[in-house]
């Protein structure tokens, strides 16, 4: 989970922060760890630090790990917050700590320009989240401080991962000899998820601009699933002593996250230094195959049990992209895992025949962090297709008006049809009427959103099969001076869908409302 914090004194290639209290750690990016107290849980520590203190002798804090996934639809209900926390809380609560220890940062480079009023930010979500995830990223980047309610939505950009790294990659288009029209895919691997997406490079003279192909897919099968399958391996060897060696176990999957998984290339057996265990005699270690105080695992057990299983699953989403999108040239494999030579080496052998070139940027691992800089200087750079055909309901159908007119109830106004291509930051906007006033002494208008992913003529009403609604935004005004009962007054709604989130402003009268999709899980 990473946040992009943006002035215009910083360019994508200034260094990155160093990582607090990383323990000479040289990886770019802190883990997703909190630590709790058990009683009150207040937050004891974050990051690299909270995985310190989890490990040393009498800790009686809760440590909460991969909660970024509590947010994949897929997987989310499998995810279990223990003390009564829930996700918001603890995204909210990391979102905090990271976004003080990053202004701390930026005030002592910046200096007496430091002016956090002044800051853009840009928070990257995994291809694979729906909205109702997207939705609660932004209540927690509220609730941890970041921005605040009355903010302007811009302020605060929800940006694709896979987007992001696409900006990264597009970038080093010459080195790669990507020309105008020239489709490429990325797969973003990072610790809790895979994303891919492809897109198109175009280039005329004066601009250059991305063009999406396919719709973003993604999976919770990056990296941390290869600790999972490790720490399997480690709790059968130690049999009915793993509970009691519970310590152990964390530090030799330390050893694995921070040595033994970014080193294995499929060449050679592994040997872990082995922790003080306890209770365990000479010929029960010689049983776990112990070798002079290492555990050894053979290289055919680290592939089959530990990395294959999750590679065959990031396999499949890059033949599902495969599928979508015919003449692919380059496909960039980015982010933490993305950085693995055994992972680049496996989708070379598996889709050499079908792609051009299979490539691993430098600095992989940093294409999310650093394309989230560049969507946040021009966003304009990327379009996208629009996969569904939104409508918006009208207050009333078939109904008598104060006019005399006659009306239908919950019928559609068309903004954009399935399949056509929207730039970001392009605006369409409908104008409509109501008349004044709509409910007691303030004016009420309810603009929910519904979509249709249907072929054909779409229906021409809010309830027909095949139609759900996808946000609801209850448009509530003061009382608007000079109006009287009866008066027709004009309603502007102008949406903004070429973004990871929809942004909406509501002209009523002489008053201005915005919202960005309130997506509500009970619609």
Not at 217 to 241: A, E, P, Q, V, W
Not at 401 to 413: H, L, P, W
């Amino acid at each position: 989970m990473f946040c992009l914090f943006l002035s215009q004194f910083f360019t994508p290639k200034q260094p990155s922060p160093q990582n607090p209290k990383a323990n000479g750690n040289t990886y770019p990016k802190a883990p997703t760890l909190l630590l709790y107290d058990k009683i009150d849980t207040t937050v004891i520590a974050w990051g690299y630090d909270a995985q310190r203190k989890a490990l040393l002798p009498g800790c009686k804090g809760i440590l909460v790990d991969r909660f970024k996934l509590c947010l994949d639809p897929e997987i989310r209900d499998s995810i279990i917050l223990l003390n009564g926390l829930t996700s918001v809380k603890v995204i909210s609560d990391y979102l905090r700590l990271f976004h003080k220890y990053i202004l701390s940062e930026l005030n002592s480079t910046l200096g007496a320009v430091y002016d956090p009023t002044r800051f853009k930010y840009s928070l990257t979500v995994p291809a694979a989240w729906d909205d109702s995830a997207k939705a609660i990223m932004r209540r927690a980047a509220i609730q941890a401080g970041i921005i605040s309610q009355s903010n302007h939505p811009s302020r605060l950009v929800l940006t694709g991962e896979p987007e992001a790294a696409s900006l990264f990659c597009d970038k080093q288009s010459k080195q790669f000899k990507l020309g105008s029209g020239d489709r490429f895919m990325i797969c973003d691997a990072g610790g809790g998820t895979v994303g891919l997406i492809v897109f198109e490079h175009s280039q005329d003279r004066s601009t250059m601009t991305l063009k999406e192909i396919t719709k973003g897919s993604g999976k919770s099968c990056g990296s941390t699933f290869l600790d999972l399958n490790m720490r399997n391996i480690l709790m059968s060897r130690l049999g009915h002593h793993a509970n009691e060696n519970k310590a152990a176990i964390d530090n030799l999957i330390k050893y694995f996250v921070t040595t033994a998984k970014p080193e294995f290339e499929d060449g050679e057996d592994a040997y872990f230094p082995l922790p003080q265990l306890m209770n365990i005699s000479a010929s029960e270690l010689a049983a776990m195959d112990v070798v002079d105080g290492s555990l050894h695992i053979a290289m055919e057990e680290l592939r089959e049990k530990v990395f294959d299983p999750v590679v065959e699953q990031v396999f499949e989403l890059i033949s599902g992209q495969l599928r979508k999108a015919l003449n692919i040239s380059t496909i960039f494999l980015v982010g933490g895992f993305g950085q693995s030579k055994y992972l680049l080496k496996r989708i070379k052998e598996k889709f050499v025949s079908k792609v051009v070139s299979i490539a691993a940027p430098n600095r992989g691992e940093m294409a999310v962090t650093r394309g989230a800089v560049l969507y946040g200087l021009n966003s304009a750079d990327c379009t996208t297709h629009v996969r569904y055909m939104h409508r918006r309901d009208i207050p009333e159908r078939k109904v008598t008006k104060v006019d005399g007119s006659v009306r239908a109830i919950n019928c559609f106004q068309v903004y954009i049809r399935k399949g056509d291509i929207v730039i970001a930051d392009e605006c369409i906007s409908q104008d409509f009427y109501i008349f004044y006033p709509n409910q007691s002494n303030s004016v009420l208008t309810l603009a929910d959103l519904y979509v249709y992913d249907g072929d054909g003529i779409p229906p021409r009403y809010t309830d027909s099969p095949g139609v759900h609604k996808a946000a609801h935004f209850p448009i509530i005004t003061k009382c608007l001076p000079c109006a009287k009962n009866g008066d027709i007054i004009p309603v502007k709604t102008i949406m903004y869908f070429g973004q990871t989130e929809i942004f909406v402003q509501t002209i009523v009268g002489n008053q201005t409302i915005i919202y960005t999709w309130p997506f509500d899980t009970d619609v």
